[in-house]
């Protein structure tokens, strides 16, 4: 098992971009949402999850992408997504969670969409 | 006759040596032991001064003569006892050396005597300004080398006649500094070492306390799973009814359920939480009774699910959900009613060549408060099999991190036509688990099958 995520991020003007590399799973659903909420608890409200690279999700993963969300929205923020792969696009799809997270094919058009 | 200057080596040798065999001994104490946990008793207390207090007069009598000066670690003991004992033990050693100094006179007793009772306050206090904890043996060579430099300080304010004072601070003042501060660095390092010891002792001992814990906790998870899961399935007449769950080792929350409602209806429950160990276990017991309570209510699939939903929502906290598949089989007509609620889709095999997809019909339960649900209806026809799965099939994974995949489990059902529901249940865990191999299962495996027996 690939049992490692690296974690990156940039910011563009108040807007978080947080690139993850790797599986999103059991195994390293922990540690990415340590560094998610950690995101959070220094001020950003804007996140941008930029997955053009996360070759997998798994519920786990769902998980926390949505705790993140559920503590970004009443601060007046956003977790938004941008340039998932067709595989991992449809766990979210089948999961229904197309409905509450905003999709975007490129980081760029995610920033957009805060602006 | 061995030349002057490596007899007085032999001595200082021998008095360190003796010092390391006192700091040795003091620090294996139990009364040494208790005070650097901060446990403090008038009886650990009162040792510890007896104790620095006799090495304190130690350090006075084993005083020798260099360069026709007499130089002494009398300082040593109460220095020690404080920074490593606190002011108590400090000051009550350095009383001690100071009045058996004050005993043996002399032009110099009152400022030696002094630098004693002082060495043991400064000390104590440094203590309790490192927060109640020893400083370290860098600071405490500092402190030996300031301190020694204050005895002399004080031989030369407090002594008469003062020129015999400067000249014999002047010959002392060297060694003396240098003596004690060997002592101390030795005394500094081994107390330093079975602080560090203990440190790593308490970590490792709290890293298995955590791990029995962690054990504990996964067996009480899987415990509760299992407690959940019905053990006989209702029968249906027509019907063939198989279902399975097997949890991994880090119990993750599957569920499946079969209810038996007015009508001849049955009610079929298979879902997934996500999340892992006791969290999840909780979680699932907690999705299991609402869906039981309000499909036992509701007549209708849909709004069974859309009042479940709503109160496990109002339930959830750090992002938890359930995806789920609730159908309602109709014996009668053969209808199954559905709705799946982000839950991977069912497969509904009609004969071999053909299947469906029961696709989700709304979000998976506990996310959105207001989410809404539709149901849809399917005709099963005799010889036809509904799967119905968790991705812990799936995505089940071999030891090259390759996934069972869905291709495999079509591929499993469409060799085997004709048999049982049972039949194809065993099969398809059989070769999920040799496809695993020796690979560990992460997810919770959960399969439940229904098949129409042809007429």
Redesign the interface.
């Known amino acids: 098992m690939s049992n490692h995520m690296e974690i990156s991020h940039h910011t563009v003007d108040d807007v978080l971009v947080i690139s993850l590399r790797g599986r999103l799973d059991t195994v390293t659903s922990p540690e990415t949402e340590t560094a998610i909420q950690a995101c959070i608890a220094e001020g950003y409200q804007k996140i941008v999850l930029d997955a053009a690279n996360l070759a997998y999700i798994s519920s786990a993963g769902l998980r926390i992408l949505i705790a993140a969300k559920k503590r970004l929205i009443p601060e007046g923020g956003d977790l938004r997504l941008a340039g998932m792969i067709p595989q991992v696009r449809s766990v979210f799809t089948i999961a229904g969670f197309d409905r509450i997270f905003q999709m975007y094919d490129t980081e760029k058009s995610a920033l957009e969409s805060f602006s | 006759m061995v030349p002057a200057y490596i007899s007085t080596f032999i001595v200082l040798f021998q008095m360190m040596a003796v010092i390391v065999i006192l700091a040795y001994l003091v620090t294996r104490t139990r009364s040494f032991s208790e005070v650097l946990s901060g446990v403090f008793t008038w009886k650990n207390q009162l040792f510890l001064i007896v104790f620095f207090g006799i090495m304190s007069i130690y350090g006075t009598e084993s005083g020798i003569l260099i360069l026709g000066a007499p130089v002494n670690v009398r300082d040593l003991g109460p220095m020690v006892g404080g920074l490593a004992c606190g002011p108590v033990v400090g000051i009550g050693a350095g009383l001690i050396g100071a009045a058996y100094r004050f005993t043996l006179g002399g032009f110099t007793e009152m400022a030696c005597s002094l630098a004693t009772f002082l060495a043991g306050l400064l000390a104590g206090l440094i203590y309790l300004a490192n927060r109640r904890t020893f400083v370290g043996w860098k600071i405490a060579v500092v402190f030996a080398v300031v301190m020694e430099s204050l005895h002399m300080a004080l031989v030369l304010l407090l002594s008469r006649p003062y020129t015999e004072a400067v000249e014999l601070v002047s010959l002392v003042a060297a060694p003396m500094i240098l003596a004690n501060a060997a002592g101390m660095f030795i005394f500094a390092v081994i107390i330093g070492n079975l602080i560090t010891e203990r440190k790593t002792k308490t970590e490792r001992d709290m890293y298995e306390l955590e791990l029995e814990r962690e054990k504990a906790e996964l067996e009480v998870a899987r415990e509760i799973q299992v407690s959940l899961i019905p053990e006989i399935l209702p029968h249906i007449p027509g019907v063939e009814l198989a279902a399975r769950s097997i949890p991994a080792k880090?119990v993750g929350g599957d569920f499946y359920d079969v209810l038996q409602l007015p009508d001849q209806k049955t009610g079929l429950i298979i879902a997934?939480v996500?999340?892992?160990g006791m969290p999840a276990a909780l979680f699932m017991g907690l999705s299991r009774t609402v869906v039981r309570a309000n499909a036992t209510w509701h007549a209708a699939a849909a709004d069974a699910i859309q009042d479940a939903n709503m109160m496990i929502a109002e339930d959830t906290r750090?992002?938890?959900?359930v995806?789920l598949f609730y159908g309602i089989f109709n014996a009668r007509t053969h209808n199954l009613t559905y709705v799946n609620?982000?839950?991977?889709?069912p497969l509904l095999f009609r004969g071999l060549k053909q299947y469906e997809e029961l696709r989700?019909t709304?979000?998976?339960l506990g996310?959105?408060e207001d989410?809404r649900f539709e149901e849809k209806t399917v005709q099963l026809n005799p010889g036809d099999m509904l799967l119905i799965y968790t991705?812990g099939v799936t995505?089940a994974?071999n030891a090259q991190?390759e996934q069972y995949g869905i291709e495999r489990l079509m591929a499993a059902v469409q060799s085997m036509p004709g048999r049982s529901a049972t039949e194809v249940l065993d099969t398809i865990i059989d070769q999920v688990n040799q496809f695993s191999g020796q690979a560990p299962q992460?997810?919770d495996i959960t399969l439940m099958v229904l098949r129409v027996i042809p007429t």
Request: proline content about 4%; aromatic content about 8%; overall charge negative.
């Open positions: 880090v997934d996500s999340g892992k750090s992002g938890m959900f995806t609620a982000g839950h991977n889709p989700g709304g979000m998976a996310v959105l989410s991705d995505e994974i991190d992460y997810d």
